[in-house]
């Protein structure tokens, strides 16, 4: 295992430490946790929004810490959810007097954490809401997952459900307008190669030479289909495809695009299938009115991509083009 | 060699009409050539900044074109100098009535190729101020290089020189805040592994399992030793020591420092080399005003970092928190 590290077991640490001595002046480690908070939390008058779950999915979940996204991420060990007492912590840092939102990607360890860390707040009175971001068409069900995974469609529910707390938005509101990007988000990723575990010093499963896993999941979780590698117009009309069987778009509709490099993919390659995928959307005579191409959802060192489509109403494409300043999003 | 391209003929040229596709707001290409401009270009009364070089360092040079930063990004094949006559588009493209400044990383090829392109555009009436960043503190003279490479460091030379043509600068101005980066700016790298060139379709060189080399270029040019793979820690020393001995630096001096990822880095790692890095600058008692952490200045899926140190006066202070608003950097 090659990795730029000192000693396995202080990984996380060392990267939330080394986070907030990048960016002393955005974010704020709580003492004694694995949660970045804003500088300025708890905002008062605004719900506060807290995510995370494993790390290795950086800039997820703490780049996204700051103004017009998130108040708080909570980072549990490499691809690991985080503990409850973590994310009770962070739920009590941020509340602002209006309540508090928990986005969690859908899998069983994050949903039963988060749960009982909202519990755990309630009892003091805070009122939390919690919505749950499952994306991923590939699998239904999968290694640890009850229905679909969730992956970098999250990124545009942290957008856009901190757009609207930024405006002052109720938690009902919020949470609801959450829960209209988790309807209509859908993705899909491929890997072409696997990634390691620091803890585990082994790559997580393998891949021969010139084959490539469509439908992987960003811990490595199997997909849909082993193949021998496809070109990028190949790549682009099967994520395509999967991803719109579900939101069947039609004409003239409205929707934001997220190119996803899974971490060790250079860009040049992910705007090559940007220019790919974005051939198929003009066919299919879709408005693309936001694209975003990027790392955002990573998965350590690996080799792959995914591809998200958000469609828009009017409500979403303000919310997702509004101002935010985070480490490593702003608009 | 598994990457996400059709043709590798057609790699650059997919890769444009990625960017341009995904970003119409922002960005245009010049017909028949590989250069992108901003979407105003020619901006009157403003110096037009422009800069280039092979490709496969994405997000530069084509991520850096937007306000406060280029106005033009010459692409060339991958790992290869744009040619002059692509360069004397690109200059004639920006020239708002004010000069157009070169910012060229110190490659043979390219030094010659944007000098040539500078001779035929000074032909034509416009002023053409160069400048030739050479930070990489690793060698001198390399593979493609006499003296030393232009790496990372680059990256700030755009921002500060761009931040500076905005607020109305005349060419003169420009050129010589430019140089003063250069002269204030020193960078050192390291790789974990080799990149493949899509044309080549082999990796540009080979490391055992258990070996790193310190002081690679960005194309994969020799450095200065093979070792053993390091800790974090010993990294951060490494690297830092040997800027340090260039830079010389002073209690309470203020600088800056971006630490790169060159492409299939976990964004996790360089915090955690970021973490040991600020810790010797701590000790240093060096004042530390802005950080970037991230992929700046890659080398495809090559498996490394480099660390960049800027010395700062109150004037490259001020123009490097100024604010910018082009693909890859914003702030």
């Keep these: 295992m090659k990795k730029i590290l000192n000693d396995v077991e202080a990984v996380v640490d060392e990267m939330l430490e080394g986070m907030v001595a990048a ?30 779950g494993g790390s290795g999915h950086e800039p997820a979940h703490g780049g996204f810490v700051g103004e017009g996204m998130l108040d708080a991420a909570v980072a549990g060990e490499v691809f690991t959810s985080p503990t409850p007492d973590q994310i009770y912590e962070a739920i009590k840092a941020v509340h602002g007097g209006k309540g508090v939102l928990l986005i969690i990607k859908n899998y069983t360890g994050d949903v039963m954490n988060f749960e009982m860390a909202a519990e755990m707040a309630e009892i003091d009175g805070i009122k939390v809401r919690q919505v ?68 585990s010093g082994k790559p997580g499963f393998q891949l021969a030479e010139n084959e490539i896993e469509i439908g992987t999941g960003i811990h490595g979780e199997p997909g849909v289909e082993r193949t021998k590698i496809l070109t990028a117009k190949e790549l682009a009309e099967v994520l395509f495809q999967k991803v719109n069987n579900d939101l069947n778009l039609q004409e003239r509709e409205e929707v934001a695009i997220l190119v996803n490099g899974l971490g060790a993919t250079p860009l040049m390659e992910l705007y090559v299938l940007h220019y790919n995928l974005k051939a198929l959307l003009d066919k299919k005579k879709l408005q693309v009115v936001d694209t975003i191409v990027g790392e955002w959802m990573t998965s350590l060192e690996m080799s792959g991509v995914s591809i ?24």
Tied chains: 1, 2.
Aim: overall charge positive; hydrophobic content about 40%; glycine content about 8%.
């Design 23 to 52: 960016h002393p002046d955005r974010l704020r480690r709580l003492k004694g946790t694995t949660v970045l908070v804003r500088k300025e939390a708890p905002v008062n008058g605004k719900v506060g929004i807290v995510s995370g």
């Design 132 to 199: 749950i971001v499952n994306d991923d068409v590939a699998v239904e069900d999968s290694s640890f997952t009850s229905g679909r995974r969730g992956i970098a469609g999250t990124v545009l529910v942290h957008k856009i459900a901190g757009a609207l707390a930024a405006n002052g938005a109720s938690l009902e509101q919020v949470e609801s307008v959450a829960n209209k990007v988790i309807q209509n988000v859908k993705s899909m990723g491929m890997s072409l190669t696997p990634c390691t575990v620091p803890a």
């Design 308 to 331: 998200t489509i958000l469609r828009l109403d009017d409500q979403l494409k303000t919310l997702l083009k509004q101002e935010a300043d985070t480490v490593a999003f702003k608009r």
